[in-house]
T-cell receptor, first 112, second 115 residues
Framework: QQQVKQSPQSLIVQKGGISIINCAYENTAFDYFPWYQQFPGKGPALLIAIRPDVSEKKEGRFTISFNKSAKQFSLHIMDSQPGDSATYFCAASILGFQKLVFGTGTRLLVSP | EPEVTQTPSHQVTQMGQEVILRCVPISNHLYFYWYRQILGQKVEFLVSFYNNEISEKSEIFDDQFSVERPDGSNFTLKIRSTKLEDSAMYFC?????????????FGEGSRLTVL
């Protein structure tokens, strides 16, 4: 019940295209859903996060869509660029607790 | 921009040896964490630390693991007797606040290889 399932495992997108990564969770107590971006040899860095009181959050080219009833959330990267090539992790936690539960990661390659 | 720094970047050790991984969190942060990532797998929570004590730990964080904040700047993870399955990238993280408003900042990691 603590798991966060993430798909796809890898994704290849043409430059300028839309990258979509999906996550699903079971624990309804989760109420904070961040996305992390990780470049090779680096630690994960927070990209964007959402709480379940909104269905969408947009920051620049990055959008989180959240479906509370389906217990799913997704990351959309608009106008994908080669510099977006990285591994993306979704995560979830319970406010007031400090443990982030990460998804299994999606390796995104944006081809020029 | 302030950052979390970790040392060493890579350590190779023999099975059964003790290892200490060091971290310098961001200076005004109050919450400290260790996560690990086995090669090609997801990032897993190990432990969180606040006010000089463990606030939460995972089932991975057994008696072989310990954490310490020996002074005002360092935060360490000790593995007493390493096993082959401890081979992983270990990430230190810190946050200024708890919960959703407390963004976690991760270091670049310490790669541990146990032979």
């Amino acid at each position: 019940q603590q798991q966060v399932k993430q798909s796809p495992q890898s994704l290849i997108v043409q430059k300028g295209g839309i990258s979509i990564i999906n996550c699903a969770y079971e624990n309804t107590a989760f109420d904070y859903f961040p996305w992390y971006q990780q470049f090779p040899g680096k630690g994960p860095a927070l990209l964007i996060a959402i709480r379940p009181d909104v269905s969408e959050k947009k920051e620049g080219r990055f959008t989180i869509s959240f479906n509370k009833s389906a217990k799913q959330f997704s990351l959309h990267i608009m106008d994908s660029q080669p510099g977006d090539s990285a591994t993306y992790f979704c995560a979830a936690s319970i406010l007031g607790f400090q443990k982030l539960v990460f998804g299994t990661g999606t390796r995104l390659l944006v081809s020029p | 921009e302030p950052e979390v720094t970790q040392t060493p970047s890579h350590q190779v050790t023999q099975m059964g040896q003790e290892v200490i991984l060091r971290c310098v969190p961001i200076s005004n942060h109050l919450y400290f964490y260790w996560y690990r990532q086995i090669l090609g797998q997801k990032v897993e929570f190990l432990v969180s630390f606040y006010n000089n004590e463990i606030s939460e730990k995972s089932e991975i964080f057994d008696d072989q693991f310990s954490v310490e904040r020996p002074d005002g700047s360092n935060f360490t993870l000790k593995i007493r007797s390493t096993k082959l399955e401890d081979s992983a990238m270990y990430f230190c993280a810190s946050s200024r606040r708890q919960g959703a408003s407390g963004e976690l900042f991760f270091g670049e990691g310490s790669r541990l290889t146990v032979l």
